[in-house]
Every structure is written in C-alpha cells, then in structure tokens.
C-alpha cells in the first residue's frame, strides 16, 4: 500500500542553523506531496505542496522539492526560527480510486529550537 | 471565520459513555475525513466522506459511527468508550481533485476515564 516514511524525531536545533527532514514515499501511480505543520495543542496547516515530479513548493522560507526519481521530498530551510517549533508532517495523496479520498501521514517529526 | 470547526475541543468522559464529535466547514468542499492522532502524534485515517457517501473505513471499531447529514457537515459518534480511545479526533475537508490539499479542525481531546 501507500506509506511515506519520515526522519525520526526528535531534531534539536539552534537558532539559525540548516534544517533538514528527510520524506521518501511508496505509491502506487504519482502523488502529490505535502508538509503539514502542527503546532503545539492546534491542529495541522498546510507548509507547502507539490503535485508534480520536479516541482517545488515553498513557503516561510521552508522549501522542498519533488523527486520522482528517489521518490523523496524532503524539507529544508536555510535558518530556523525558533518560532519554527513544531511538529512536521510529510503526506501524500493519491489518485487511486479510494486513496483519492486520504491523505497518508508519515509518523511526524519533532522540531525543537532553541535560541 | 473558521473553515473547519469542530466541537468540542475538550471532552472528558467515563469509560462506557457515549458521546458525539461535531464537525462543520465552510469552504464548499465535497470530502470530509477523520483522522485519530494517538499520544506519538500519529495520524490515521478512520472516514472519509465524499458528497455524504462513505468512502474510507479504515478497520475502525463499529463503535465509531460517522454521520454526515450534508456535504458541509460529518459527525462522530462513538459508543461505549473505552480507555484506548483516548486521543485526538481531527476532522479535515478538501475539495475532491487529488492535487489539494485537505484543511484541519482544531481538533478534539478525548480523555477516556
């Protein structure tokens, strides 16, 4: 079935340093991706999507990109706030027959920064 | 305005009870799910609706019962609680293409005693 696979948590940074959380995924056809952020006791927005091989989605300076070929899509942002703390979600969503209906979490991971 | 609404945001209630979750949106979607977060932020879907039809179940006891008396809303009712259904209940909506995204309630607490 459909899976997507996230780093493990918890990752623990400082202020302005490289953030990094990887996401790989198994489809069967082509899906489209997306980071959801959950903030303490609130529920999960959407960070950004992409919905093709190639695209990029971005926003608040986090970005991720849509690889087909390793079947990742992986978030990065070049300096974290610590406003940034939160938990993150790689999903996917696939045109196939029922999993048109769902998205399909991976188990989240933790992001703490201190200042 | 909130797109998605859910209540209530709290509920504590004794092992056996029965008590419904509501859930409304106001974006004119067609699919409506919930999704149960277990204590290691798991999230996994239970329902989806599409234009009041149900489409997911995924293997969730008969005890939960979702209901959705039109496209704008999808409740939760669940019966005979037990300890293990302690979580939290998210509803979400989206529009039916598969390149949208799906937008969350606040979510529901429920503490099983």
């Known amino acids: 079935g459909d899976s997507v696979t996230q780093m493990e948590g918890p990752v623990t940074l400082s202020e302005e340093a490289f953030l990094t959380i990887n996401c790989t995924y198994t489809a069967t056809g082509y899906p489209s991706l997306f980071w959801y952020v959950q903030y303490p006791g609130e529920g999960l927005q959407l960070l950004l999507k992409a919905t093709k091989a190639d695209d990029k989605g971005s926003n608040k300076g986090f970005e991720a990109t849509y690889r087909k070929e390793t079947t990742s899509f992986h978030l990065e942002k070049g300096s974290v706030q610590v406003s940034d703390s939160a938990v993150y979600f790689c999903?996917?969503?696939?045109?196939?027959?029922?999993?048109?209906?769902?998205?399909?979490f991976g188990k989240g991971t933790l992001l703490t920064v201190n200042p | 305005d909130t797109a998605v609404s859910q209540t209530p945001k709290y509920l504590v209630t004794q092992m056996g009870n029965d008590k419904s979750i509501k859930c409304e949106q106001n974006?004119?979607?067609?699919?409506m799910y919930w999704y149960k977060q277990d204590s290691k932020k798991f999230l996994k879907i239970m329902f989806s609706?599409?234009?009041?039809?149900?489409?997911i179940n995924e293997t969730v006891p008969n005890r939960f019962s979702p209901k959705s008396p039109d496209k704008a809303h999808l409740n939760l009712h669940i019966n005979s609680l037990e300890l293990g259904d302690s979580a939290v209940y998210f509803c979400?909506?989206?529009?039916?293409?598969?390149?949208?995204?799906?937008?969350f309630g606040q979510g529901t607490r429920l503490t099983v005693v």
């Open positions: 979400a909506s989206s529009q039916e293409l598969v390149n949208t995204e799906a937008f």
């Open positions: 609706y599409n234009n009041k039809e149900l489409i």
């Open positions: 974006l004119g979607h067609d699919t």
């Open positions: 999903a996917l969503r696939l045109n196939s027959g029922g999993s048109n209906y769902k998205l399909t």
